[in-house]
């Protein structure tokens, strides 16, 4: 049964500091991995989707990387912004799970002006 | 509107009640989507429908009863729920329901449910 966790639970940096958000996960033989963003009390806004043979993808200031074997991921965000304040969720979709996405508890981001 | 909206947007119910959320969207999508986000638990899927067709029904309690009438309306119809079911539940939409999960989903605003 594929896990994924996410490391830390909350973070909180002063804006404009480059920061690393976390996700491992159990079972190497994934899809993708995605990464989203849900502000609170709203739903979730994919951010970055990863393919399984792919290393990494990038978007303005996010960068994802991806090691499936190792099963890792990383979510890099760049000179961060108040506005960059929400929980971000990471989640992967396994071999054998069809449409089933596999989340994380996310990890809640607070960037201080 | 545009992309996946949801009604309501609060709702608080009795254990005995009987009430609908329902789900719209506007992307032109065939696959629609039910997860259920709880306090301190991981998003965890409930129901999946591609072409109008149940496709995954991940171990949910019968008192969750679904429909999808056609491919841009999704409904969750709630019976006889429990305290442990107040959580918020999401919708979400994606283009195909592709077998190969290639796709990206996309989330409504979710109903926040609290059941007394």
């Known amino acids: 049964k594929q896990e994924v966790t996410q490391i830390p639970a909350a973070l909180s940096v002063p804006e404009g500091e480059n920061l690393v958000l976390n996700c491992s996960f159990t079972?190497?033989?994934?899809?993708?991995l995605q990464w989203f963003r849900q502000d609170p009390g709203k739903g979730l806004t994919s951010l970055l989707l990863?393919?399984?043979?792919?290393r990494e993808q990038t978007s303005g200031r996010l960068n994802a990387s991806l090691d499936k074997s190792s099963g890792r991921s990383t979510l890099y965000i760049a000179a961060s912004q108040p506005g960059d304040s929400a929980t971000y969720l990471c989640?992967?979709?396994?071999?054998?799970?069809?449409?089933?996405?596999?989340f994380g508890k996310g990890t809640l981001l607070t960037v201080n002006p | 509107e545009t992309g996946v909206t949801q009604t309501p947007r609060h709702l608080v119910m009795g254990m005995t009640n009987k009430k609908s959320l329902k789900c719209e969207q506007h992307?032109?999508?065939?696959?629609m989507y039910w997860y259920k986000q709880s306090a301190k638990k991981p998003l965890e899927l409930m129901f999946v429908?591609?072409?109008?067709?149940?496709?995954e029904n991940n171990s949910v309690p019968s008192r969750f009863s679904p429909e999808c009438p056609n491919s841009s309306h999704l409904f969750l119809h709630l019976h006889t729920l429990q305290p442990e079911d107040s959580a918020l539940y999401l919708c979400?939409?994606?283009?195909?329901?592709?077998?190969?999960?290639?796709?990206?989903?996309?989330f409504g605003p979710g109903t926040r449910l609290l059941v007394l």
């Open positions: 079972d190497s033989a994934i899809y993708n």
């Open positions: 989640a992967v979709n396994s071999r054998g799970s069809n449409y089933k996405l596999t």
């Open positions: 992307l032109g999508h065939n696959a």
């Open positions: 429908y591609s072409l109008e067709e149940r496709v």
């Open positions: 990863i393919q399984s043979s792919q």
């Open positions: 979400a939409s994606s283009q195909e329901g592709g077998r190969w999960g290639q796709e990206t989903q996309y």
